[in-house]
């Protein structure tokens, strides 16, 4: 259907999920590790753009979950420097597909390539969020 770039953590379990969803539904991905990627303020941008802190940030980041990091006091411009500094505090997966820069996979601009998947299964919320979390185990 479609040629897809997923910018993933390879490994997690839940860009497993989300990438079988897509090859299910005959789309063809292009896989990147998001965390040795060259990140740059303009690479990063067309995903975050217009996002709050919280929205763009990576819940699971064991910086974020132990306190480290509180994306509620940040402004924008210090959680994109965070992102690019540190790339495990951006939340996957990221998405380039027909022109669209898509953060998660909850983005409803996503669903004509998600075939016929019907979302009874959660493949956004990490299964591992009470105890250690995807990010945890790298």
């Known amino acids: 259907m479609a040629l897809i770039v997923f910018y993933e953590k390879p490994g997690c379990l839940n860009g497993e999920k989300q ?4 090859r299910q539904a005959g789309n063809v991905l292009q896989e990147v590790d998001i965390l040795t990627h060259p990140w740059t303020r ?8 217009g996002k709050t ?3 763009m940030m990576n819940a699971t980041a064991p ?3 132990n306190g480290a ?7 924008f411009e210090q959680a994109l420097a965070l992102m690019l500094d540190q790339p495990i505090l951006i939340k996957r997966p990221l998405i380039v597909v027909d022109g669209l820069a898509l953060q998660g996979f909850s983005d409803q601009r996503l669903q004509p390539y998600l075939g016929n998947w019907d979302g009874r299964e959660d493949v956004v919320t990490c299964p591992n969020l009470q105890t250690l979390s995807c990010d945890e185990q790298r």
């Open 53 to 55: 802190p919280a929205a």
């Open 42 to 49: 303009e690479a990063l941008l067309p995903f975050v753009a």
């Open 63 to 65: 910086a974020i979950k």
């Open 69 to 75: 990091i509180n994306p509620e006091r940040l402004s």
């Open 19 to 22: 990438k079988a969803i897509l």
